[in-house]
């Protein structure tokens, strides 16, 4: 003989608060999540964003080399490190004793193009600007000093 259940198919009430429950807050979690990893959701700037990207164009074995002759660091910059629509230049200065003294040096347009350092004007006042002391290698690859990277960033 079959027994029949009149209940079938039925949760207990607690059972179905926790599951429900569970399931906003992993949706809360991913949504947390998501706004992170957006574009434009963060409170990092853009010359911060591009000074990190164009150090890592420029580094080798985590030092700028200058030793042997002054790096092409327009050649050496990524398109994709240039923020998109904007006018950017960078710079990296050596210490020396006689005070910082600027050995490399690019400019880019809107359009990412490279443009010599005669043709453009100097940034302007409201530009973002992004620093970051970097080693930089001089007379031989075993003479590092320190050094200043420069990233400024403008419409």
């Known amino acids: 003989m079959l027994f029949r259940r009149s209940n079938r198919g039925q949760t207990e009430p607690l059972v179905a608060l926790v599951a429900v429950s569970a399931f906003i807050v992993g949706i809360g979690i991913y949504g947390v999540y998501v706004t992170d990893t957006l574009p434009g959701t963060s409170d990092r700037t853009q010359e911060e964003t591009a000074i990190d990207r164009v150090w ?3 580094e080798e074995s985590a030092t700028f080399y200058a030793h ?3 790096q092409n660091v327009a050649s050496e910059i990524e398109p994709t490190s240039i923020p998109n629509g904007e006018n950017m230049a960078v ?9 910082p003294k600027r050995i490399a040096e690019a400019r880019f347009d809107a359009d990412g ?12 006042q409201d530009a973002g600007v992004a620093e970051r002391l970097v080693p930089v290698t001089v007379d031989r690859q075993a003479a590092v ?3 200043t990277l420069r990233v400024e960033v403008w419409s």
Do not use: K
């Open 68 to 70: 042997d002759e002054s």
């Open 91 to 99: 710079s990296v200065e050596v210490h020396t004793d006689g005070g």
């Open 145 to 147: 000093r320190a050094g």
């Open 56 to 58: 890592a164009d420029l």
């Open 113 to 124: 193009d490279a443009r010599s350092l005669e043709s453009v004007d100097d940034s302007p």
